[in-house]
């Protein structure tokens, strides 16, 4: 039986984004989220994350120079008119920022400031505004009498609540949370996550979600892409990226989080030694290869690109595919100076370098690696 795929509703082509300062952000991102989908973006600190959000509706600063497409429902968003732009903001897609307190205005009650963009891109009346506000706050479990608090009478997670009932305002195709419970304790992001993802199922929502934290991308979105310098490094269904990472950068990020629904897991939260590198100064050849445990000589003149890996799967990886590959289960050869980082990061590590991007390599219960087999060939 074949499946008819969803139709893309934003399709980002060759973004890249360099800001003034000469620092290349986004660099060749290649992304699509099918109507109805929720597709996550990882990465640690600094990977572009933000900077790709932003680019989605034109809200970076003036100086910072934009190149490629991004389609939202077939309309290109870099090109977009003003007037034009503005009503896609709202109606076409909106953002969830981390830190409510900074996005909402101090001196207004919440209800005005829900129904503001209501009376402004759907030409309601006040009165119809103000019940449309009042619903928006009951759909996001605030009491409708909520409406006449300013935000500081607000808890940070109501605060949140108030920012998803503003993004649902205008009925979006799209919403895009750029890490929208970063400043919230454990207990309000779970209610949080799990608000986002009920509105978004009812409401027929697609979602772009972002997150330092892969384990929340992992449990919530249908796919996951992996950033490093600007670049999506890896992409696929979620829990296959988390459970079998095809690249060693996502090897490693998904390492440095507990295991979803395995608390007795022997893969202990393992970080990974550097920083990523900075964006006005990037190294030649794979970005990654500095830090890369399994790093060929070559690494430090190739940089591959991403590219089609089989089982709805892309890497950009010279070893994803080849003998030896990260997650293909066999005996790898990556080189004197692979196992010279890999000694340098882990000593332990040193005999097998397999094992410093992937801590389960050297554990016959890892065996079952289910890593497809990436060579596009
Ligand atoms: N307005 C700006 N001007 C110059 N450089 C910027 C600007 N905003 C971000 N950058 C740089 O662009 C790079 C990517 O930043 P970005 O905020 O997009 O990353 P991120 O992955 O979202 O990080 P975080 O998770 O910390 O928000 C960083 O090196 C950052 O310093």
């Known amino acids: 039986m074949t499946t008819t795929p969803s139709p893309a509703l934003l399709e980002i082509k060759d973004l890249h984004v360099t800001y003034a300062s000469g620092a290349a952000a986004v660099r060749g991102v290649d992304l699509t989220v099918a109507a109805g989908t929720k597709l996550g973006i990882a990465g640690e600190s600094g990977c572009g994350k933000s900077t790709l959000a932003l680019a989605l509706l034109r809200l970076l600063p003036a100086s910072a120079k934009l190149t490629g497409e991004i389609l939202l429902d077939g309309e290109d968003v870099l090109t977009m008119k003003w007037g034009r732009l503005r009503a896609v903001r709202w109606a076409g897609a909106s953002i969830v920022f981390q830190g409510a ?153 998904s390492a440095a989080f507990p295991r979803i629904g395995d608390p007795a897991s022997r893969r202990a939260p393992r970080g990974l030694p550097g920083d990523p590198p900075d964006p006005s100064a990037l190294p030649g050849g794979c970005t990654f290869h500095p830090r890369c445990p399994v790093a060929l000589d070559s690494c430090a003149e190739d940089d591959p690109a991403l590219r089609e890996a089989g089982a709805g799967r892309r890497a950009a990886c010279v070893l994803v595919g080849s003998v030896g590959a990260p997650g293909s289960g066999t005996a790898a050869d990556p080189g004197p100076a692979a196992a010279a980082r890999a000694a340098s990061a882990d000593p332990a590590a040193a005999a097998d370098p397999r094992a410093a991007a992937d801590p389960g390599a050297a554990d016959p219960s890892a065996a079952a690696d289910s890593t497809p087999d990436l060579d596009p060939a």
């Open 101 to 253: 307190m900074h996005s909402l205005n101090a001196v207004h009650r919440i209800g005005d400031q829900i129904a503001e963009p209501v009376v402004l891109h759907q030409h309601a009346t006040p009165a119809a505004a103000r019940r449309r506000a009042a619903d928006l706050l009951e759909q996001v479990g605030l009491p409708a009498a909520r409406a006449s608090a300013y935000p500081h009478e607000l808890s940070g997670g109501q605060r949140q609540r108030v920012m998803i009932a503003m993004a649902l305002a205008c009925d979006p195709r799209l919403i895009v949370a750029d890490e929208p419970t970063t400043a919230l304790d454990v207990m309000i992001q779970a209610q949080i996550l799990r608000l986002i993802e009920r509105l978004v199922a009812d409401q027929g929502i697609s979602l772009m979600m972002i997150s330092h934290d892969l384990t929340v991308l992992a449990d919530t979105c249908d796919r996951l892409a992996v950033m490093y310098a600007g670049r999506v490094v890896e992409e696929g269904p979620a829990r296959a990226v988390y459970d079998t990472a095809a690249h060693p950068y996502g090897r490693a990020l």
